[in-house]
């Protein structure tokens, strides 16, 4: 009789953790569009919003503590620390005709660069994304005043947590409207991207369509890297016969939004000013050919918008990525003794 009970003591404990486990693997295969929540949501709200794996926003507002993320208030306090960013080289269009499960149209490399506030804001600078901060973060006393203040955000049973901050500009030319391609790849149960300052476009792909994108790298976030595909670029997107199967979900972020994205979904950013994209997307000439632009348009000539991203592990999150939380260590630890030995 007592062994009896102990099996089924035991067969309970096992079911229970292979269906929380396999809840953590859930995906949608389809989604219908992202609604925005503008209404006042509870802490429990929220997270059951969230614990259905279907990505939203909420007007979550910008509190007097986050406006030291604000371009003003960096470069008055901040200017001499140092932040990642990321610059992507000239793109360049090649239709390829691959597999059905991994092509890439759109191919476009990047590399990474640790510049100074100052500099990051400067007039002459070019079009980037930073991220990867989690370390300015820390330096400067950011890091400690989001995590007295993310109740909100953090789900119950955290095991992991973490922060990063995205500042990201674009640059508009006339001969070439620069944008940022590099995608990421969520897999932390509660990920959310608050945006602080000046509107941000957001492009959001399915789970089912990892396949697409090759991987290229990993930040300290465990979150992985695609630049393969530049989910801005609809025409090539819309002309190429794989690609042109993704489905992409649109959302632009004002200063105040917050968007939940749920595990395994793929997402890019680009800082939004619906003025210049619609005249860098319309024929601004004369009829003599010559570039019809104001002098107040030329002030628009640069755009920017910094978010702060939330990102957390529950217990059992944590367990279904131990593998990739191995390998993500053992390649700090590679880092670090190759640094040490050189």
Known sequence: ??????????????????????????????????????????????????????????????????????????????????????????????????????????SSSSHMNRINIDTLFSPDAVSHTGFDNGEFLKET??????????????????????????????????????????????????????????PIHFKLVLPKFSDFFV?????STNTDLFSNIDLFDEDSIKNDKHLSKLKVYD???????AIYIPPFWIYAYTPFNIKMDMIMNSDNTDETGTENKSNEDKGLEQCHSICVEYNYMTYMNAMVFIPNTLQHHSRKVRELSDSYFK
């Open 1 to 106: 009789m007592k062994n009896y009970i102990f099996f089924t003591i035991v067969f309970l404990i096992t079911a229970l953790l292979y269906l929380h486990l396999k809840s953590q693997l859930h995906v949608l295969d389809t989604c219908s569009d992202i609604p925005y929540i503008d209404s006042e949501l509870t802490r429990e709200q929220f997270h059951t919003l969230c614990s259905k794996k279907s990505p939203f926003v909420y007007k979550y507002g910008v509190s007097e503590d986050e406006k030291i993320f604000e371009k003003e208030y960096l470069v008055s306090n901040d200017k001499h620390f140092e932040v990642n960013t990321c610059i992507p080289e000239k793109m360049s269009t090649s239709n390829t005709d691959t597999d059905e499960t991994q092509t890439t149209s759109n």
């Open 251 to 257: 959302i632009v972020l004002q200063s105040g939004d």
């Open 215 to 219: 991987k290229t790298g990993t930040t």
């Open 141 to 198: 006393g950011k890091y400690d005043i989001l995590y007295r203040n993310d109740s909100f955000m953090r789900p119950n049973f955290t095991a992991s947590f973490n922060y990063d901050m995205i500042v990201s500009q674009r640059c508009y030319n006339k001969e070439v409207n620069e944008k940022t391609p590099m995608a990421f790849q969520n897999k932390y149960y509660t990920h959310v991207i608050h945006c602080i300052e000046n």
